[in-house]
């Protein structure tokens, strides 16, 4: 399927692109693949500092990779469902890939042991 230069919207692409042009970040949409996560389970699973694991959230969150929700004194984020097709499209291409990273099944097992009932700080 082609199409001409004019007749694609770029913007919402080269944001979501942009956002997803870092190791970290995708490391982050990886988890977050799973299902929704309280910040300090992506911090103990990927083993990042909470202000690294911040800067990378607010870019996720600038570029509406994600959605974030606070509830008491936790803030939990989850994938946001991307309003443009072509950027859903990528994203669901993307969220397919990961199985097949190594790394990334590192990152799920580390959650996998880090998260649970209470196990927020």
Known sequence: MGYAAAEVE???M???FKALGDEVRLRIVALLSHGELCVCHIEEALELTQTNTSRHLAI???AAVVAHQRRDK????RLARQQ???CRQHMKLLVRSFTRQDLLRKDVARLLRVRGPGSCR
């Open 10 to 12: 770029v913007t919402p």
């Open 14 to 16: 080269s944001r979501l």
């Open 60 to 62: 996720l969150r600038a």
């Open 74 to 77: 936790w803030v939990y984020y």
């Open 84 to 86: 443009d097709l072509e």
